[in-house]
T-cell receptor
Framework: DAKTTQPNSMESNEEEPVHLPCNHS???????IHWYRQLPSQGPEYVIH???SNVNNRMASLAIAEDRKSSTLILHRATLRDAAVYYC???????????????FGKGTLLTVNP | DTEVTQTPKHLVMGMTNKKSLKCEQH?????MYWYKQKAKKPPELMFV???????INESVPSRFSPECPNSSLLNLHLHALQPEDSALYLC??????????????FGSGTQLSVL
């Protein structure tokens, strides 16, 4: 299974941009890159996903390297409410083909300073 | 309504007890998931139901017994648990098309303590 590598922790200041990196050097051609985050005392929350092209939504942007071996989640203006564990995940095919798993790695703990 | 509701929020049980965790969604999703999360660790997949049929069992011990009575409900029956089973149990749902675009919606979890 393709794996992801993220820094254990990062710090940011409020209202500044945050770039969260993720390495996935063994990514396959059909793996989508998903990002979820988990705020304290809550379940994980979908943030964004992409395949090859950069993606934007109201929460964040996802920049994907041309060789797809790495990606970066960009929070344009961090707020205190963005303090969470951010997980970079490759969608995974389980067993014979039609089932897909979402397998979480260790994630990055983002601290946002006021 | 984009909520996945889990009950109870907290549960304390003895090793000889039988209890059940409940999960409910009304988004019309046809795939439902149980994850287990130990403190300061990432969630680990336990079971996946697709169209009310068990699709994935990640070699979970038989003291955990999932049930999907209909497309909106998912239960996890617990029996003869061990203290090391104490964890946050998360339920999630997704549309169930099994496309790689699938997004999972998670509940807030049940914090389980086994004494």
């Amino acid at each position: 299974d393709a794996k992801t590598t993220q820094p254990n922790s990062m710090e940011s200041n409020e209202e500044e941009p945050v770039h969260l990196p993720c390495n996935h050097s063994t990514i396959s051609g059909t793996d989508y890159i998903h990002w979820y985050r988990q705020l304290p005392s809550q379940g994980p929350e979908y943030v964004i996903h992409g395949l090859t092209s950069n993606v934007n939504n109201r929460m964040a942007s996802l920049a994907i390297a041309e060789d797809r071996k790495s990606s970066t989640l960009i929070l344009h203006r961090a707020t205190l409410r963005d303090a969470a564990v951010y997980y970079c995940i490759l969608r995974d095919v389980s067993g014979g083909g039609s089932n897909y798993k979402l397998t979480f790695g260790k994630g990055t703990l983002l601290t946002v300073n006021p | 309504d984009t909520e996945v509701t889990q009950t109870p929020k907290h549960l304390v049980m003895g090793m000889t007890n039988k209890k059940s965790l409940k999960c409910e969604q009304h988004m019309g999703h046809r795939a439902m998931y149980w994850y287990k999360q130990k403190a300061k660790k990432p969630p680990e997949l336990m079971f996946v139901y697709s169209y009310e049929k068990l699709s994935i069992n990640e070699s979970v011990p038989s003291r955990f017994s999932p049930e999907c009575p209909n497309s909106s409900l998912l239960n996890l029956h617990l029996h003869a648990l061990q203290p090391e089973d104490s964890a946050l149990y998360l339920c999630a749902s997704s549309q169930g098309g099994w496309g790689l675009n699938e997004k999972l919606f998670f509940g807030s979890g049940t914090q389980l303590s086994v004494l």
